[in-house]
């Protein structure tokens, strides 16, 4: 059955990727006075914690449940930090936030001589501080750039960010590790519905982004990947994924990461949904902050 909004929305609504949509909330943003525009964006960010309209959000079930399931992978990958890989990858802040929760995550390993987290950004470390937006459509820098991190390890667990499930060069890499499942366990994180992935063929490939998800979606039920696309809603500023989807991916990067080191490590345990409800706390003391 469909749900109340989409009985009301119209097929062109429904078949808009929701990262790409307008949000009701900011959509007199640019006509609001300084304190108005801060109350607007404060209203939205509370769509990462409430969720938006009837979809799952990051505190819902279903997606927890899935963010343990990647908490007990990345567990059984620290078992031999020396062979195993975790990679996290992205383009744009995706790739920034990849290359902040790498290089925080490594310092946390006990007596690790070499890294066992890694980033790709499309573009490479150039990218880290200058945009490189034609390096996201290539397929096959995506895959060259993963082989070359993980050539020596034997198993890699990768993380491909993506909020709009729409980058070919992150699709490119979750592609690549479907078709070698005896080294590569796949990860997708994204924001909008599986069903919203990208249609259109990429460049130098016969797929698209929406055929890969598909591939994700049949083995996540054997167990051989995992789809995290919780819905946090639009952005304030349309299509603008640097803002809240940029907040949630670190904070259930950070949470699931943080859980299985303290489990591994057998440290005081917190859950994934007691990290992300202190993420909240932290958004309500901010909150307070506006005032005239």
């Given at each position: 059955m469909a749900?109340?909004?989409?009985?009301l929305a119209s097929p062109s609504e429904q078949d808009e990727p929701i990262t790409e949509r307008s949000n009701d909330i900011t959509e007199n943003i640019d006509t609001s006075s300084p304190l108005g525009i801060v109350r607007q964006l404060r209203q939205v960010d509370a769509q990462i914690f409430t969720g938006w309209r009837d979809w799952e959000?990051?505190?819902d079930d279903g997606v927890l449940n899935t963010a343990d399931r990647v908490t007990n992978a990345v567990i059984q990958f620290l078992e031999d930090t020396n062979n195993n890989a975790v990679v996290l990858s992205g383009c744009g802040t995706s790739g920034r936030l990849a290359f902040v929760i790498a290089k925080t995550f490594n310092r946390l390993i006990c007596q690790q001589a070499k890294p066992f987290?890694?980033?790709i950004i499309s573009g490479g470390d150039k990218t880290l501080?200058?945009?490189?937006?034609?390096?996201?459509?290539?397929w096959s820098n995506g895959v060259h750039?993963?082989?070359k991190i993980t050539e020596k390890a034997k198993k890699v667990l990768f993380i491909g960010i993506t909020c709009g499930l729409s980058a070919p060069f992150v699709a490119a890499q979750l592609d690549h590790c479907l078709k070698h499942p005896d080294k590569y366990t796949p990860v997708l994180l994204g924001f909008n519905l599986p069903s919203m992935a990208r249609t259109t063929k990429v460049q130098g490939s016969d797929f698209s982004f929406k055929d890969v998800v598909d591939n994700l979606l049949e083995q996540e039920t054997k167990g051989r990947a995992f789809l995290l696309t919780p819905i946090v809603g639009p952005e304030a500023i349309a299509g603008s994924t640097r803002l809240k989807s940029g907040s949630a991916t670190k904070m259930l990067l950070e949470a699931i990461l943080m859980r299985a080191h303290q489990r591994y490590y057998?440290?005081?345990?917190?859950?994934?949904?007691e990290s992300l409800l202190s993420y909240m706390v932290v958004y309500s003391h901010t909150s307070?902050?506006?005032k005239d």
């Open positions: 749900s109340s909004w989409q009985q959000g990051i505190l987290y890694h980033y501080l200058k945009s490189g937006e034609s390096e996201e459509d290539s750039s993963l082989e057998r440290q005081r345990k917190i859950g994934v949904a307070l902050q506006c």
